[in-house]
């Protein structure tokens, strides 16, 4: 079945960069574009950006743009998330996710980024 | 920018039926789908292209979209029902989710 599993959670500083990973499975990666959504505790679900395994080409909210650069391996069906220049607001869990069409389906299991000094 | 209002909260008794409503500017120009969460785990999308029902999601779940609203309906709505619901849709600028609705089973 369809699979995304992301990497363990980290602990930052301010002013640091975080890399969070999202590893596929039970399809073809370069098929279905990678998406990153963000939540902060108890808030809703926030976009961060997507990305074409196939091409590498990417789409950014405009309030990450110059913050996020997103990522792939394609020998490893593997996407990458890396938001720099972190700070407080910025822990959250960060989620990956697919899906063949204008929806997600499925997610992996979130990424919990805290950012403390 | 583009935005999509959820009431934040529904309250529901088991066995009847769970109306969340998402609204915004010509909302069924667009696709909507829906999400539920559930506390400590990842969103699960229950309604896709307005009205379809992903694999595994009971019949209970339904969609539609219209004007500026789309409705996500519960029927029958059981215990185990009971998370927090989005919406989302796809505009210019990318993906927006509406902000949430928690809807409890009472």
């Known amino acids: 079945q369809v699979q995304l599993v992301q990497s363990g959670a980290e602990v930052k500083k301010p002013g640091a960069s975080v890399k969070v990973s999202c590893k596929a499975s039970?399809?073809?990666?370069?098929?279905?574009?990678i998406n990153w959504v963000r939540q902060a505790t108890g808030q809703g679900l926030e976009w961060m950006g997507w990305?074409?395994?196939?091409?590498?080409?990417?789409g950014y909210a405009q309030k990450f743009q110059g913050r996020v650069t997103m990522t792939r391996n394609t020998s490893i069906s593997t996407a990458y998330m890396e938001l720099s220049s972190l700070r407080s607001e910025d822990t959250a869990v960060y989620y990956c996710?697919?899906?063949?069409?204008?929806?997600?389906?499925?997610w992996g299991q979130g990424t919990l980024v805290t950012v403390s000094s | 920018s583009y935005e999509l209002t959820q009431p934040p909260s529904v309250s529901v008794s088991p066995g009847q039926t769970a109306s969340i409503t998402c609204s915004g500017d010509?909302?069924?120009?667009?696709?909507a789908c829906w999400y539920q969460q559930k506390p400590g785990q990842s969103p699960v999308l229950v309604i896709y292209?307005?009205?379809k029902r992903p694999s595994g999601i009971p019949e209970r779940f339904s969609g539609s979209n219209s004007g500026n609203t789309a409705t996500l309906t519960i029927s029958g709505t059981q215990a185990m029902d009971e998370a927090d619901y989005y919406c989302q849709a796809w505009d210019s600028g990318g993906v927006v989710f509406g902000g949430g609705t928690k809807l409890t089973v009472l």
């Open positions: 990305m074409n395994p196939n091409s590498g080409n990417t």
């Open positions: 996710a697919t899906g063949s069409g204008n929806w997600f389906d499925p």
């Open positions: 010509k909302l069924g120009d667009k696709y």
């Open positions: 039970g399809y073809t990666f370069t098929s279905y574009d």
């Open positions: 292209q307005d009205s």
